[in-house]
């Protein structure tokens, strides 16, 4: 019953943009911090950014920072990652997980979404 549902994932060429979506069901998002991450084919899982409970503090990975934002909205339960300039390395499925602060990665890991794939290519 308790879930986190990640959307927004497709294809797109380099250079392109998407934005995803994770969505909490069954629970509010107001006091955990939320952190996305993401598993591409033959690597390990890695953390790209985080967004701590108020939105006040950001956090990025050096791979996708100027690039990638993170963003909050208390009141509809949802955060975003806004993703431009895509490159073919940041072809992976994407996951949310809501947590207990950006430290400053996502500690205390207690949701997970299913993912959503984003693959660039032309």
């Known amino acids: 019953q308790l879930q986190l549902v990640e959307s927004g994932g497709g294809l797109v060429q380099p250079g392109g943009s998407l934005r995803l979506s994770c969505a909490a069901s069954g629970f509010t998002l107001d006091y955990y911090a939320i952190g996305w991450f993401r598993q591409g084919p033959g690597k390990e899982r890695e953390e790209v950014s985080c967004i701590s409970s108020t939105g006040s503090r950001t956090n990025y990975a050096s791979s996708v920072k100027g690039r990638f934002t993170i963003s909050r909205d208390n009141a509809k339960n949802t955060v975003y990652l806004q993703m431009n300039s895509l490159k073919s390395e940041d072809t992976a499925v994407y996951y949310c997980?809501?947590?207990?602060?950006?430290?400053?990665?996502?500690?205390?890991?207690?949701?997970w979404g299913q993912g959503t794939q984003v693959t660039v290519s032309s």
């Open positions: 997980a809501a947590g207990s602060l950006c430290n400053p990665v996502l500690v205390g890991r207690h949701y």
